[in-house]
């Protein structure tokens, strides 16, 4: 098999700075210009083409612990007919910059079409190698998730004139950055249609008034596109709605609230919509961010986890059997048991540490969950969730 070389390979130096005063130093191999964001690790062992582009991690800079990244290279970015990415999870790199162990400017994947390091300078997105990634998981682990800043070269007159602005991660509504600002609808057979906000009931946008297709109106809070394949998959129309959108003015068969970025309790306007489907009694499921935001619809309370889940190895429990899952997951926020109201009951239970990984209503069909059962990439243990909710339209 053929082995490929980053374009330009550079050893410019590189530094983290936490917002503790730790320093570490590595070595450039992206977007040479400075960034910040929330710290965060990831202990997943492929995937980064899909990390990257997942809109979970937007405002984030993403540490992978698995010593060795960038050995298989970057398939191509392209898109199928109805815009759905052929094999990453969004139109482009959200996280805000990517920290590793050990780069490998060479790479070797039949599907490879560029390195790395070239993606993320087309992109305009810093990497770090050389870093202690194990020592900086464990400060993260005993001190939690912090604020920290990247900066390319003379980090110590960086350091001295504080120009680089850090924003203040859970006070920003990074969900209506990433969120889609039209109405988006896709058929099984592979056509979309966009409209405007404006032109969402007019009876000449067709594909809102098939007659054939269940309908189910995705609340796109920062939606990987694997949910929506997994939705096509099950032969339904998908509406792809922003997340402050009032979706209950369409007529629709199902509900499904995505994964997103940031902190749920800046999303109050899509948590008041969501409360006014609560009263009907149509199909309703979430996933992640969407899990958070039908809790909090149903009253319940979300609280700050001291550094995530962010892995493809997390076991969790379906609660009342012994049926256990391997999950892939991404969130550094959780739904407190406790405050859940007498009509709701947990799902899942997180195995490791007793975190909510998932919600039911008692009597209606409102279901979901913390984990990702679409994954892409890791497990696909719980795709089933996909089965069940479409079951019940």
Not at 9 to 26: E, H, I, K, P
Request: glycine share 8%; hydrophobic share 35%.
């Amino acid at each position: 098999m053929t082995q490929h070389t980053d374009s330009m390979q550079t050893n410019r130096t590189a530094t983290l700075m936490l917002d503790d005063g730790t320093v570490f130093r590595g070595y450039s191999f992206g977007y040479e210009r400075p960034v910040a964001g929330e710290v965060v690790f990831n202990t997943a062992m492929t995937g980064y083409p899909e990390s990257l582009t997942d809109p979970s991690y937007a405002g984030q800079l993403m540490v992978l612990t698995y010593p060795l990244v960038g050995n298989y290279g970057v398939p191509p970015r392209t898109f199928e007919p109805n815009g759905i990415a052929t094999f990453m999870e969004s139109e482009k790199i959200h996280a805000e910059a990517i920290i590793v162990s050990d780069y490998s400017h060479e790479y070797s994947h039949w599907n490879a079409e560029c390195s790395l390091g070239d993606w993320l300078k087309e992109e305009k997105i810093p990497g770090i190698y050389g870093i202690d990634t194990r020592a900086l998981t464990k400060k993260l682990r005993e001190h939690g998730v912090m604020m920290g800043r990247i900066v390319i070269g003379d980090a110590d007159n960086e350091i001295g004139n504080g120009e680089l602005k850090i924003e203040d991660y859970e006070h920003v509504n990074y969900v209506d950055r990433v969120s889609c600002k039209e109405i988006i609808c896709y058929l099984p057979d592979g056509t979309s249609q966009t409209c405007s906000l404006s032109e969402a009931s007019d009876s000449r946008f067709s594909i809102l008034n098939s007659q054939f297709l269940k309908r189910v109106v995705l609340l796109d809070c920062g939606v990987k596109h694997n949910i929506i394949r997994c939705l096509l998959r099950r032969n339904v129309a998908v509406i792809r709605v922003p997340w402050d959108y009032d979706f209950n003015q369409l007529e629709y068969d199902g509900l499904f609230i995505s994964n997103g970025p940031g902190d749920p309790d800046t999303c109050d306007a899509a948590v008041r919509n969501i409360r006014k489907a609560l009263s009907g009694d149509k199909p309703i499921c979430g996933i992640c961010m969407g899990n958070q935001l039908l809790a909090k619809a149903g009253g319940a309370s979300i609280y700050k986890l001291k550094y995530g889940h962010r892995s493809h190895n997390q076991p969790v429990r379906m609660v009342g059997t012994e049926k256990c899952f391997i999950t892939s997951q991404n969130h550094g926020y959780a739904v407190d048991n406790d405050t859940l109201g007498e009509e709701w009951e947990p799902l899942f239970i997180n195995m490791n540490d007793g975190t909510n990984e998932g919600i039911k209503h008692k009597t209606k069909p409102f279901f979901s969950s913390q984990f990702h059962p679409e994954a892409c990439s890791g497990p696909l243990d719980t795709e089933f969730m996909f089965d069940k909710f479409t079951e019940l339209l």
